[in-house]
């Protein structure tokens, strides 16, 4: 147990250690920036009524007691807003009309970006693509539920280069393939990429990549 997971516990997220156990490797990684943070941006949101939805965006808003909270969703969440979190209905694997419109909301230099939406290898692909240029410097990316990698149900368009390989392959070489990222957003983070860790908490059940910006 650790403060982080105290607040995934008390607010339900499957983060927790009831779960995924992500937030000892989290907790370690976003601790120096907790005061400093001031966007989050999560993809999926969850839930179906005002106490149970947004887990993790309450969570989070918790945690960063400095940052607004931003989450994304197919679904409507407004009833779950705040001063300190706005929800947006936007589809992930789509950039017009739906992932831009997400950063016409934030902004840019966002502290802390979390793909926990379709894990679907595409989806995970094109939001990455996307929105790391929106990344503060030192920010950084977490990709959730990497282990959906190696399940042919998250691959729908049957892309050679599920997330996981695109990853494995990014941390050892500095190179991204990847069917669903731009030339100039793969040169983009080719070149500022800092680091790029992958966190088997549990193999081919909790696995979660998390990379940092220079
Ligand atoms: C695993 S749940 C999120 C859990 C939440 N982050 C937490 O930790 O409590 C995944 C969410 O992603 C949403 N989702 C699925 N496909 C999506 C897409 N293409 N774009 C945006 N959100 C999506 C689902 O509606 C669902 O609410």
New binding site residues.
């Given amino acids: 147990m650790n403060f982080l997971d105290d607040i995934f516990c008390k607010f339900g997220?499957?983060?927790s250690s009831k779960q995924h156990n992500f937030a000892g490797i989290y907790h370690a990684a976003l601790d120096p920036m907790r005061f400093q943070a001031r966007k989050v941006l999560?993809?999926?949101?969850?839930g179906t009524t005002p106490e149970n939805a947004g887990?993790?965006l309450k969570s989070w808003a918790e945690y960063f007691p400095n940052a607004h909270i931003y989450g994304?969703?197919?679904?409507e969440y407004s009833f779950i807003n705040t001063g300190r979190i706005t929800t947006i209905v936007?589809?992930?694997?789509v950039i017009p009309g739906n992932l831009d419109r997400v950063v016409t909301t934030t902004g840019s230099d966002i502290d802390l970006i979390i793909d926990?939406?379709?894990h679907l290898m595409h989806?995970q692909q094109i939001t990455l693509g996307y929105l790391f240029k929106y990344l503060k410097s030192g920010g950084y990316y977490i990709i959730e539920d990497l282990h959906t990698s190696y399940h042919d149900i998250s691959n729908p368009t049957g892309t050679q280069y599920n997330t996981m390989l695109m990853l494995e392959v990014l941390r050892h070489s500095g190179v991204i393939l990847s069917d669903y990222i731009s030339e100039a957003d793969k040169q983009y983070i080719q070149q500022q990429l800092a680091s790029c860790e992958i966190h088997k908490v549990t193999p081919f059940a909790s696995e979660t990549a998390i990379l940092r910006k220079r």
């Fill in positions: 997220t499957d983060k999560e993809i999926g949101i969850f887990a993790s994304v969703d197919l679904h936007a589809d992930q694997g926990d939406g379709s989806h």
